[in-house]
């Protein structure tokens, strides 16, 4: 047999064996199980393609959330079906995630993104600080979004500021809020100490681009990113009071009157053990939704992307996947909300295996550089070597969903 046929028939046997495919974070895919979903009545109107998720990302919290899918425990009732495209139902104290639709996949945000903002800068701010509004924090603001109220030259407080954010939904206040905490960067500031929050906590779909979670370039995040943003925003007891407050009184100031700004999640007041709540909305992200509701000593979060108005709306959506996360056994679980000091080691061993799978794929492909030798033959081991990536990207995309 000449080196030629050599080659040909190592070309060949290599092109047709298995693909070795890692198991590790890198490639883990849980088995894809449609997530139990309604039809609104009135079809979303078309919206760009979100980016891919890494394959590095997909399984943080656990191989069984990497999926684009449903995932939930083992004998478990079905969750209820929903129009939201993505949702997890976690418990904020002992960090298990009870359940999730997409759990990673990327989403636009709208106002529910504001909750980064709290968990970013509300440790850095003093709430008693007095700050003036001016013209540039409220000249991009559209005349028809959600604000608080605030007027140019008008002076409030830090704390007020917080609850017109989280009652209101005031884009006016995000502003201000980034701007200020954003330091001699200014807004911009703020807006890249959200983003420094998000990789500080492994929330790594979400990147913000506007403080206030108005549609902005490349901004996302995921559901189960907003369940780490809940968990870290939860954890303090000035967040925790403000969310839950139903109405708030601005003070008078000197030629401008008080006034009152009430509470627009309506679970507060309907969904027994509710603790708070954030709602959203865009023409782009839909409606959207994080809360918190407690009971029999459970804390549970939800968190919901993509929802419609109708059926249930998003409040209707969000209570009826509470409902179904309390029924769950209290050790039911399908992964874990991360915390901070995870990551290193979630990255090592993800490292470790990707390294495994390196070797494994060398120690196949050596024996046939060996046959190939050099020369003409040594010309075809670079074919061959090239084969390999191929080979990979093929047996990736056999295996999506």
Request: glycine content about 10%; hydrophobic content about 45%.
């Amino acid at each position: 047999m000449t080196i030629i046929r050599i080659v040909a028939v190592a070309l060949s046997a290599f092109l047709a064996a298995p693909a070795v495919v890692s198991t590790s974070p890198a490639r883990a895919v849980a088995p894809y199980v449609p997530c139990p979903a309604v039809k609104p009545p009135v079809p979303p109107p078309a919206a760009p393609s979100p980016p891919p998720v890494s394959p590095a990302d997909l399984a943080v919290g656990g191989e069984s959330l990497a999926t684009a899918g449903l995932s939930v425990p083992a004998g478990a009732p079905m969750a209820p079906a929903v129009t939201a495209t993505s949702w997890v139902v976690a418990d904020l104290d002992t960090g298990a995630v009870l359940g999730g639709c997409g759990p990673h996949e990327h989403r636009t945000p709208a106002s529910v993104q504001k909750m980064l903002l709290a968990a970013a800068l509300m440790p850095h701010l003093d709430p008693t600080q007095v700050v003036e509004v001016t013209r540039a924090d409220l000249q991009d603001l559209d005349p028809a979004s959600s604000v608080m109220g605030l007027v140019p030259g008008g002076r409030y407080s830090i704390e007020s500021l917080w609850l017109g954010l989280l009652l209101k939904s005031g884009n006016d206040a995000a502003n201000v809020l980034a701007r200020v905490g954003g330091g001699a960067a200014g807004r911009q500031g703020g807006v890249q100490a959200m983003n420094d929050e998000a990789h500080r906590l492994g929330a790594n779909q979400t990147h913000a681009a506007t403080p206030s979670g108005l549609d902005g370039p490349g901004q996302y995040t995921s559901a189960y990113d907003l369940a780490l943003i809940a968990r870290a925003a939860y954890a303090r007891a000035d967040f925790r009071r403000y969310i839950a407050t139903r109405v708030a009184e601005i003070p008078a100031e000197p030629g401008r009157p008080g006034f009152s700004i009430t509470h627009d999640n309506t679970l507060l007041d309907h969904y027994p053990g509710t603790l708070g709540g954030k709602t959203g909305f865009t023409d782009l992200a839909r409606q959207t939704y994080v809360g918190v509701a407690e009971r029999n000593g459970r804390r549970l979060a939800v968190t919901l992307l993509g929802a419609e108005t109708a059926p249930l709306g998003s409040l209707g959506e969000a209570a009826a996947l509470l409902n179904w996360g309390f029924a769950l056994s209290p050790d039911a679980s399908v992964g874990r909300l991360v915390a901070p000091d995870d990551r290193k080691h979630d990255r090592s061993i993800a490292q470790l295996r990707a390294e495994q799978h390196g070797q494994a794929w060398a120690a196949r492909s050596l024996p046939w550089v060996i046959i190939l030798g050099s020369g003409a033959a040594g010309s075809l081991a670079v074919v061959l070597l090239l084969a390999a990536p191929w080979r990979r990207r093929a047996a990736r995309a056999a295996a999506k969903p």
